[in-house]
């Protein structure tokens, strides 16, 4: 089931994805339902319908995986899904070029940071696939 709520007066400027605090041994283990939300100002106007620029879109239809033999290698992997209420047929969005910041709590790891890669594509649907990873070792330990 694919679930979207727009939320118009949450101010961000990257997608940021947070969640619960449950610590994660060395398997794989997967988390699912959290939130993840995408601030459609970081990306090119010509690409966004006009009515949605200054939006926030969040969807819960998340997973998040911590994948690795050792604490030392895991990395943490986010996607996200979903679709965007009221997106325009004329626009799409495919670009790697834009901010994820994520949270490594649900893994184990203290801190957050910014993704060491990402992806998002938003089709003529306005149909949501993102997806972004970052390593142990690029999380601000705080």
């Known amino acids: 089931m694919k679930t979207m709520i727009a939320v118009r007066t949450l101010a961000a400027s990257a997608i940021l994805a947070v969640g619960g605090a449950t610590v994660a041994s060395a ?42 033999q050792t604490p030392a290698s895991q990395t943490v992997i986010l996607e996200c899904f979903g679709q965007v209420e009221d997106w325009e047929p004329d626009f799409t969005l495919q670009t790697n070029a834009f901010t994820c910041r994520m949270t490594g709590g649900q893994c184990g790891f203290s801190g957050s940071g910014e993704a060491t890669s990402q992806r998002i594509t938003i089709d003529s649907d306005g149909n949501v696939d993102l997806r972004c990873s970052i390593n142990q070792g690029a999380l601000d330990q705080r």
Do not use: H, M, Y
Request: glycine share 8%.
């Open 27 to 68: 398997q794989t283990t997967s988390f699912f339902g959290f939130s993840c939300a995408v601030a459609f100002s970081q990306f090119p106007p010509a690409n966004i319908p006009p009515d949605l620029r200054g939006e926030v879109w969040v969807t819960t239809d998340t997973e998040k995986t911590c994948p690795g």
